[in-house]
């Protein structure tokens, strides 16, 4: 079982710096009266060793104090292009990052937690020990601001005084994280002290890119140290590796809720986001995807779009769900961003007036950026994160597939900013959860008991990359969480159902499954490709929001709940004025019964892997499993709605 504040504090024996006194002593030594009158608002010591330690272990030349004031933005802004992290584009307020080649993604591999003897991780996880991990940071991370300035920030992951928003520093020699991390998530220096009290608890990221080049990313290390709640990362510079109040503080977030919050707090890959109902109601949804689902897609189909990644949930004094987002911003995938499909992010990446960092597209001759399915005509030539690319290199993208744009959500037509700046947090009527799954789930479901919908979050599968629709083949994506927590799955596990199960929540949501991704093939028709289109997916969030609501019925099946088809019809025409056939509905809802039963029979195998998986899973699993076969004793293997 995984301990707080276990083993030793790796920043601080790296660092050197044991007493606040020492601390004291090394800040007002390496910070210039400007600086040190700055940090003069944090009182806090175990926050102001963390500091010291940060910057004992990486020498820089200065320390750069960021308040969150427009002069400090700026400043950032403008030492990034002087430092060439970022270039500008011919439009205003835009500029191009390139990270190298080898770090375009998460790099899982490099990846670890830090653990103490004898913890457990997550079977989908890498764990390094603790003694293995000092002796790395010691070697690659003392001393690599040499020369540097080191830049800190304080932030809140959520409203201000929320109850699950959690404060983090991060230190970072990089020009382009700093600029990043004032897009995506709120400067709290003035409040940070305070915070850091009601909360009981603060995160610490420390990153340098080192000496950014192509042939010391092998020595690039992305570290949690969940017992000591700090994270360390060297010689990378992709946003996912590098600004870890992202997914590495994301990662602690979760050990909070699972191991000091059970049952009263989660942590989730969800976006928020909120649907107007009859009346004008509003109803937000949450909603679970792995990355290159369509999440950012889903979430900007709402009215009040809140957020696209994260999620901190907790049950409200009202019996309510209630959830803030941790971030302000996004980090979003460009690939397949066009007008057609999101007409608001669109508007602030084509025209004037909103500040992007663009990562690793192609920028042409004119300085305009340029992506894989940005749905313009294509560019002759430009500059990718490749170097010099020409239309006639046969099988070489334009843009890398994980080419990412980093602004502010208030840049965003329909982002709600009141909303998400509530520390009383929105209630979340539905929660979803997603995947990318060729054949067996339909588009929209419900769930029948608060442990079935715990079961639908607990079975996402993907595919692994957008390329492979329609190949079989799953891979097992449980909450879309997985990469993300720490703790063994089961934890998890339990943890979803003492907080769903908890009787505190009076008010629970409705909880869904959601699947862009039947294809044709799978169900018969002539053609390839989906069944659906991406615009469909205002009637399936459109008929959650009806069915939470009590406005429309739904048809019992063994695996939940199903729209009926006049439901959807009226929704496709009102919503997005498309004719709905009988047909096409068939082909979506019916009862593939064959795949159910070997999808269900996947996920028992793998979950039986998992030491000490609650026996509630495998109820659910084993109730719809015998359901299914006396349907199919009784209908046969495919059975459509009407015959239920
Ligand atoms: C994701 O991959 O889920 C992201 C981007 O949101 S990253 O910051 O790389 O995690
Ligand atoms: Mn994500």
Redesign the pocket.
Known sequence: MMEFKKGVDILSAVGGIATIEEAQNLLKERLDSEHLQRLDVIRHQEVLLKIANAISMCAPEAVYIHTGSEDDCAYVRQMSLEKGEEQPLAMPGHTIHFDLPEDQ??MVNQTFYIVNEDEEVSSLAKKEVREHSLVYIREHMRDIMRGKTMFVGFYSRGPVGAQTSIPAIEITSSTYVMHSAELLYRNCYADFDAEVTRRGEFFTNVHSEGTNRSEDVPKARIYMDRSWQTTFSCYCTY??NTLLM??GNHRFASDSALYKYNGEELSE?MFITGMTGPGGRSTFFAGAAP?GCGKTTTAMVGDDFIGD?LAQMWIGPDGTLRAVNPEIGI?GILEDVNLEGDPYLMRCLRQPGTEVIFSNVLVDEQGKPRWTGDGEPPADRGVNFQGTWTRDMVGVPMSHPNSRCTLKSEAVGNHNKAVNADPAGMVIRVVTYSGRDADTMPPVWVAESMDAGVAIGASIVSKATAAEIGTSGVNRQPWANAPFVAGPLANYLDAQFNFYGNPKMTKAPIMAGLNYFLTREARGDRGKGLLGEKRDVHVWLGWLELYAHGDVQAIATPIGLLPKYEDLKKLFTEKISKDYPQSLYDMQFSLYIDNLVSRIDLQQAAWSKEPGASSRLFNVYAEQRAALLVLRDAKGSVVAPRDL
């Open positions: 993604g998460r946003a996912g992202k997914k890959h990355s990644d980090f």
